[in-house]
């Protein structure tokens, strides 16, 4: 039996099983959903370029100069999705039912198209092209900020089967909510805790202790650092952030860096795991201007640090881990690092 770790993440409190087994095995981590044959025919995607007359108008475009909303010549193209999770339209309504909070499901759920091209994704894009899915993203949030029901705006790009998509063409969504998603929240009281007490920033002190140790380190460039977590949930997942500290991912400037170091990360992931399902999430800063009425997140700015979040889907969940919410990783975070690092791309 393969020696293991308990490992507490120090940002969520999180506890993580490690399997400390030097060697991998791919055959056992890779479902056949990995191993996608690609059509040569495009099927009747309603995202692609010069099908725009089947998808809602466009709320946002990345366009060529003269071209029309809604028409073809677009690099970017943000739309409503067609089966939104939340309303756009209403009013909250905070109320009790017995013992019971309740809300009604208002919000907002956008598509961000990140190419016209299907089959097409990140580790294919120019870098030019990954510039302006990123600096989309910050004109979503910032827009998006702007109403007084959002508490916080989530990214997040899921790719494959097991992921949940049956789309093979790259989008990303873009959600916004009138409460703060549990974990993400649980991200936000650790690190407040950890500031009220050394007066620094957790993900600081992590980013220090990565770039001091080396081991968990898959890419660095002096503006971000991309690495895997002390107490990774699953095999091979991958965080990303700026080395400096910034708690809103809109207020970016470094787009170039991050669009590079992305598209670097992803390939590597593509290569060594034969281009796995996959999920990206992006846990920046909340409305501030919802919170500062009620008082929350007084050290926000000081405190909290955005960062991308990148799980490969790699096998399904045990019954242990649907029962407990304790992950099992079979694959330590020293080790995934290390492979990733030398995986040319």
Not at 45 to 62: H, M, N, V, Y
Not at 209 to 223: C, F, H, P, S, T
Not at 308 to 333: D, K
Request: aromatic share 10%; hydrophobic share 35%.
């Amino acid at each position: 039996m393969e020696n293991s770790e308990l490992r507490r993440d120090p940002i969520t409190g999180r506890w993580a099983i490690i399997l400390m087994d030097e060697k991998i095995d791919f055959d056992k981590l890779l479902s056949s959903k990995s191993h996608r044959e690609r059509s040569n025919e495009v099927k009747a995607c309603q995202f692609c370029e010069g099908r725009e007359d089947q998808t809602p108008s466009e709320i946002f475009a990345l366009r060529h100069p003269n071209t029309e909303p809604n028409a073809p010549g677009w690099q970017v193209r943000v739309i409503p999705d067609k089966r939104p999770v939340l309303q756009i339209r209403g009013d909250i309504d905070n109320r009790a039912v017995g013992i019971y909070d309740v809300l009604n499901g208002i919000g907002a759920h956008e598509l961000l198209i990140e190419h016209p091209q299907h089959f097409v994704n990140i580790p294919d894009f120019p870098l030019e092209q990954m510039k302006g899915v990123l600096s989309t993203m910050q004109n979503r949030i910032v827009e998006l900020k702007k109403d007084p029901r959002f508490r916080y705006i989530i990214v997040h790009k899921n790719y494959g089967e097991a992921s949940g998509t049956t789309l093979e063409h790259a989008y990303s969504h873009i959600i916004a909510l009138p409460v703060t998603p549990g974990r993400v929240k649980n991200e936000l009281m650790a690190a407040k805790e950890y500031y009220s007490f050394k007066q620094r920033c957790i993900f600081c002190d992590v980013v220090r202790q990565e770039l001091e140790q080396k081991e968990r380190i898959v890419a660095e460039d002096g503006n971000f650092l991309a690495f895997t977590p002390f107490a990774s949930r699953r095999p091979f997942e991958v965080w990303m952030l700026p080395e400096k500290h910034e708690t809103f991912f809109e207020q970016n400037s470094n787009q170039g860096a991050l669009a590079s170091m992305l598209i670097t990360v992803m390939g590597k992931i593509r290569q060594m795991l034969k281009n796995p399902d996959y999920i990206i999430t992006l846990h920046s800063g909340p409305n501030i201007n919802v919170s500062r009425r009620r008082g929350y997140w007084k050290t926000l700015k000081s405190d909290f640090h955005w960062h991308l979040e990148v799980v490969p889907l790699l096998r399904s969940y045990t019954s242990f881990e649907l029962g407990s919410g304790f992950p099992i990783n079979s694959v330590p975070p020293e080790i995934a690092a290390r492979v990733l690092r030398e995986e040319s791309f």
